[in-house]
């Protein structure tokens, strides 16, 4: 019996030093010059159809930003989009089983990444207002917090005093009561 489904598989450098993907890595990308420098390390020279330099970079972070959250984006990101999506370039390779596709820049391997992701429903954004990078892949459909201990506890602690909001009187008077 033939399979109607096709795989499509999405060739990245992968890069054995990081610790998250690069479309997480880009999205919580800081308006730094030390960031911007420490990313470039870790994944190579970003060139834009908006341009060079950390301008053009920082409006496609902020494009991937917007799609991370589902939104259409800001009127400003709106008019560059143009003129970014006539700019992907790819090698497409098909076989009889799979169709690879090989991306020629980096901004757009994060762009497919994270439409993939978001389509997934594994994109998210940590609910703790003060995480330093609050775009995550979620685990669990219900997970509100990404993985960093700080935030995990804020969650814990959100937790007990909904609990306790909800609770904690009828818990006090019956541990009273004993």
Known sequence: MASTQ??????????????????????NL????????????????IQTPAGDGEEALFLIRDMLRSDWRGERGT???RRHLGPIIHAFSAS???????IEI???????TAFLLCIRDRLRGKT?????????????LRKRKTQ???????????GARQRRKKW????????????KQR
Do not use: M
């Not at 497409?92 to 799979?98: M, N, Q």
């Open 144 to 154: 509100k917090f990404c993985e960093a201990g700080p935030c995990k506890n804020y």
């Open 30 to 45: 800081r308006s730094e010059p030390e960031a911007t420098q420490a990313f470039t390390k870790r994944w190579g020279p």
């Open 164 to 175: 306790r909001d909800a609770h904690g009187n009828e818990w006090r008077s019956a541990r």
């Open 75 to 77: 009127k400003e990101s």
């Open 124 to 136: 998210a954004i940590c609910e703790n207002p003060e995480c330093p990078a609050p775009y995550f």
């Open 6 to 27: 096709i795989t499509v598989h999405l060739w990245t450098e992968r890069n054995p030093r990081a610790k998250v993907p690069l479309h997480v890595d880009f999205a």
């Open 92 to 98: 497409i390779g098909v076989t009889a089983e799979r």
């Open 102 to 108: 090989e991306l020629g820049q980096v901004w757009q």
